[in-house]
T-cell receptor, first 112, second 114 residues
């Protein structure tokens, strides 16, 4: 059975801290892994990772994929209260193309 | 703003009723996906349409159906509603049916069945 597992489930930090969110997966015919940020409404796209070992970066956020060990991490440095959200990891399988298989998410809370 | 528009934002209805949720994809996107997000299940894929044709089905109940119209907007029909159908229903769109096309989500329709 395909699995996408995120950890931790919940994380509370203070502004300025650095956090690392984890996503491990076991899926057949893996193609890509995506990270989304969900505040109160729509999940918003952060990164798509297809190749192993290549870091993607956007401001204070960065992510990397390890296809050998079947996991990805999302790093957020110098966290701000606006980073508080649920971070969702999803994978795409080659056989089902655009369809996303989501993990349950990590709830990040950043205190001022 | 993702460019994906969903209506209505909230819907409260009674058990046994039928509702229709509407989605307009981003301009130029041909693929539309419907997802259900509930507290105990997370985001679950329901169904996908590409350029008017059904492309993939996920955990969609027989009481639910969807379609994509020639103008590419999509509707999700939920009938014989049960309390357990209460959830946030998201529509997402992408340019193509490809692993290189990230999905862009609408703000969702919150359905409450009482």
């Amino acid at each position: 059975e395909d699995k996408v597992v995120q950890s931790p489930l919940s994380l509370v930090v203070h502004e300025g801290d650095t956090v690392t969110l984890n996503c491990s997966y076991e899926v057949t015919n893996f193609r890509s892994l995506l990270w989304y940020k969900q505040e109160k409404k729509a999940p918003t796209f952060l990164f798509m990772l297809t190749s192993s070992g290549i870091e993607k970066k956007s401001g204070r956020l960065s992510s990397i994929l390890d296809k050998k060990e079947l996991f990805s991490i999302l790093n957020i440095t110098a966290t701000q209260t606006g980073d508080s959200a649920v971070y969702l990891c999803a994978v795409i399988r080659g056989s089902t193309l655009g369809r996303l298989y989501f993990g349950r998410g990590t709830q990040l809370t950043v205190w001022p | 703003d993702s460019g994906v528009t969903q209506t209505p934002k909230h819907l409260i209805t009674a058990t046994g009723q039928r509702v229709t949720l509407r989605c307009s994809p981003r301009s130029g996107d041909l693929s539309v996906y419907w997802y259900q997000q509930s507290l105990d299940q997370g985001l679950q894929f329901l169904i996908q349409y590409y350029n008017g044709e059904e492309r993939a089905k996920g955990n969609i109940l027989e009481r639910f159906s969807a379609q994509q119209f020639p103008d590419l907007h999509s509707e999700l029909n939920l009938s014989s509603l049960e309390l357990g159908d209460s959830a946030l229903y998201f529509c997402a769109s992408s340019v193509a049916d490809s692993p290189n096309s990230p999905l862009h989500f609408g703000n969702g329709t919150r359905l409450t069945v009482t």
